[in-house]
């Protein structure tokens, strides 16, 4: 008993491998164009976020040197108490 088994011609396997690659090559392309619209999107969001949290932990740190500087008071300590800096091994 023979099975009947397609194997394509070797010409065929070339235009085969060649349109599989012109559509990983457009597909590949537009992922791009789509994905840079929302990548663009995240990273404006995280940029801005990471912005915020610079400028509130640089301002503590400068409001923290003058009121150090100027009344002798340690912002820092007097916020999170002085056993939070006390490491119990």
């Known amino acids: 008993m023979t099975l009947n088994i397609y194997r394509p011609t070797q010409s065929s396997n070339y235009w085969m491998f060649a349109l599989k690659s012109l559509i990983l090559i457009l597909s590949l392309y ?3 164009l789509v994905l840079s619209k929302v990548f663009t999107f995240v990273f404006a969001i995280a940029f801005f976020l990471i912005r915020m949290l610079v400028l509130v932990a640089v301002s503590f740190m400068v409001l923290h040197f003058f ?20 490491r119990k091994f």
Do not use: C, H, M, P
Request: a positive charge; zero cysteines; aromatic letters at 18%.
């Open 67 to 86: 009121l150090k500087i100027l009344f002798k008071l340690d912002l820092i300590e007097t916020i999170f108490g002085k056993r939070f800096f006390q």
């Open 30 to 32: 537009v992922s791009a």
